[in-house]
């Protein structure tokens, strides 16, 4: 075949994810995860994530080999995370990714995080339309991207003014008393409970949603969940965890989505990629479902486990960048910690 064989390599964050995509087909989506190191801090610590990254990549690559049976040397090129993302983690998946592109004598690509959540969709879905408009909600990101060209046009359209989507479900699952990562956790308990509780959509009306309309906030609401929290506890009363996480997961989804679609309509694009790990939350799912159908928009949403962070994802930017003929990175590729789209 003359579909490229192309290996990623994710290191922007906690996860060490190798994938390895032959032209628009997943063959393996390997990942090692520190996460459970960083539970008992309450959050990613960098150091213990660029060590996690170190000790697992040789590891994770010769995994992801054996798993797709392919040998180092098939491949035609190697992808790798440069930015946005954690200094130091970064630093190790692009210098694994260089030393690998040069011992192979292979093209190296470096890809933008952003861009590699919404390419994932690919490999899921089969080519992306153009335009495709993207939510990116994870735990660093809350973004409403137009995407003309994955591979070299992604446009901001918003993005979050304070805490990203996924910090808001990591602090609300923390004042409530679940473990890290809280997204999770939220939605499992929101499950069992009732949206009794009317807490803000930041940046929804009036001059706010004028000056901020594809913008993101939900500061507030972490806030308004807290006090809420705190004063049912100063009362005396039992807190109901599962309706306040209910609640809590409606406010955001509420305020992702409704920006979503209308940003669809006034762009004029007919596709609605969500991406990122938020989008493994079950009660976006079904409201971006219902929202997109209502407005005529035809959704797209990978797997969850392609959602959050992986190597998969950074593969198929790759092969894509390879099959639309663009220019490889040089060896002197930086790690760029707050890479803009
Ligand atoms: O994309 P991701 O794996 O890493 C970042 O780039 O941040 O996203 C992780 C975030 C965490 O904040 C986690 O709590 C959230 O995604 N998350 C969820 C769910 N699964 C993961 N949030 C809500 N509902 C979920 N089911
Ligand atoms: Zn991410």
Redesign the pocket.
């Given at each position: 075949a003359d579909q490229p064989l192309v290996l990623g390599i994710e290191t922007?964050?906690?996860?060490t994810g190798v994938g390895i995509v032959r032209g628009e087909t997943l063959l393996v989506d390997a990942i090692a995860s520190s996460v459970d190191e960083h539970a008992r801090f309450g959050g990613v610590v960098p150091e213990v994530a660029s060590r996690a990254h170190l000790e697992a990549m040789v590891p994770t690559i010769e995994r992801a080999c054996t798993t797709a049976g392919i040998g180092l040397r098939d491949l035609d090129a190697v992808a790798v995370t440069s930015g946005p993302?954690l200094a130091g983690a970064l630093m190790v998946g692009v210098a694994s990714a260089k030393a690998l592109a040069l011992a192979l004598g292979v093209p190296l690509y470096g890809v933008n995080?952003l861009a590699s959540?919404v390419a994932v969709d690919i490999v899921e879905h089969g080519p992306l339309p153009e335009p495709t408009l993207a939510l990116l909600?994870?735990?660093?990101?809350s973004s409403l991207l137009l995407v003309p060209d994955v591979t070299h046009d992604v446009r901001s359209l918003g993005s979050t003014i304070d805490d990203?989507?996924?910090?808001a479900?990591?602090k609300v699952?923390r004042v409530l008393g679940l473990p890290f990562?809280?997204?999770?956790h939220?939605?499992r308990a929101a499950g069992e409970g009732q949206v009794v509780i009317d807490f803000p959509r930041g940046l929804t009306t009036g001059r706010d949603l004028e000056r901020h309309r594809f913008d993101f906030s939900f500061s507030g609401l972490k806030t308004a969940v807290a006090r809420w929290v705190q004063a049912r506890e100063a009362s005396g009363q039992p807190v109901p965890v599962a309706d306040v996480a209910a609640s809590f997961?409606e406010a955001v989804t509420d305020v992702l989505t409704r920006k979503a679609v209308l940003a669809c309509r006034e762009h004029g694009v007919e596709h609605l990629q969500v991406g990122?790990?938020?989008a493994?939350?079950?009660r976006?799912r079904a409201m971006a479902r219902e929202r997109c159908e209502a407005a005529g928009i035809e959704l797209r949403v990978p797997r969850?486990g392609l959602?959050?962070?992986n190597g998969a994802m950074v593969a198929a930017l790759g092969a894509q960048l390879v099959l639309k003929g663009r220019s490889p990175s040089d060896l002197s590729l930086p790690a760029d910690s707050s890479m803009p789209v």
């Open positions: 922007s964050c906690d996860e993302g995080h959540h909600v994870s735990g660093g990101h990203a989507a996924g910090e479900f990591d699952a990562p809280g997204g999770p939220i939605d997961q990122g790990g938020v493994a939350n079950s976006l969850p959602c959050t962070d």
